[in-house]
């Protein structure tokens, strides 16, 4: 499979404590996201890596969250002291990054669904 | 800020039945419009995009979407659904003062009745 890949499918957490998600791109594809969906509404942007880059970042992503993509391929998001509200579907996904393209096509993975209790 | 409407949340059609899903955005300068589509147990993919030329633009699986700048809308349509169609589709909206983040509406759940 060379889809958009990530880890672990399913998440569940107390409350307080930090969790941690992996994202692996499509291989050749420099240009990584991080969305997140809650139950009935769309996905909502967080960040975006251009290559190993953090460019942007969401006014949702709080100081909690931290996503890094050291070498430029696989990347991690990481959410310290989770609360309830951090519950959702966090999703991944790349592409291939030409200078100028905001009008590409995004590759999904299928997602991590995290569950704070 | 830019944000996407989707009017419709839910929508339940017959086989053979025509298909128009609306989706309304809120920005005045150049965009970016996209529709993506969730199959059941599947990940997000790609419909259709328009960024520029031809403002009805075709897909996949026989869908297209009418970008009509005047009415900020970007609506999807499909002549004849079929079972296979039952999905959730999510219209989505890059502004090109927003650098690379996609907005999405909120998404349409069609339900195909065999």
């Known amino acids: 499979d060379t889809g958009v890949s990530q880890d672990p499918r399913h998440k569940i957490t107390k409350r307080g404590q930090n969790v941690t998600f992996r994202c692996d791109p499509i291989s050749e594809h420099n240009r990584l996201y991080w969305y997140r969906q809650t139950l009935g509404q769309g996905p909502e942007f967080l960040t975006y890596f251009q290559n190993e880059a953090q460019l942007e970042k969401s006014r949702l992503l709080s100081d909690r969250f931290s996503a890094e993509r050291p070498k430029g391929s696989f990347s991690t998001l990481e959410i310290q002291r989770t609360e309830q509200g951090d519950s959702a579907m966090y999703l991944c996904a790349s592409s291939r990054g030409r200078q100028g393209g905001t009008n590409e096509k995004l590759f999904f993975g299928s997602g991590t669904q995290l569950s704070v209790l | 800020a830019q944000s996407v409407s989707q009017h419709n949340h839910h929508v339940i059609l017959s086989e053979a039945a025509s298909l128009e899903l609306g989706c309304n955005y809120s920005?005045?300068?150049?965009?970016?419009l996209f529709w993506y589509v969730q199959y059941p147990g599947q990940h997000l993919q790609l419909l259709l995009k328009y960024f520029s030329g031809d403002p009805l633009v075709k897909g996949i699986k026989g869908f297209e979407a009418e970008f009509i700048k005047s009415k900020f809308s970007f609506n999807l349509r499909k002549p004849s659904v079929q079972w296979s169609d039952t999905a959730e589709y999510f219209c989505a909206v890059n502004a090109w003062n927003a650098g690379n983040m996609l907005t999405f509406g909120g998404g349409t759940r069609l339900m195909v009745k065999p």
């Open positions: 920005y005045g300068g150049t965009v970016n």
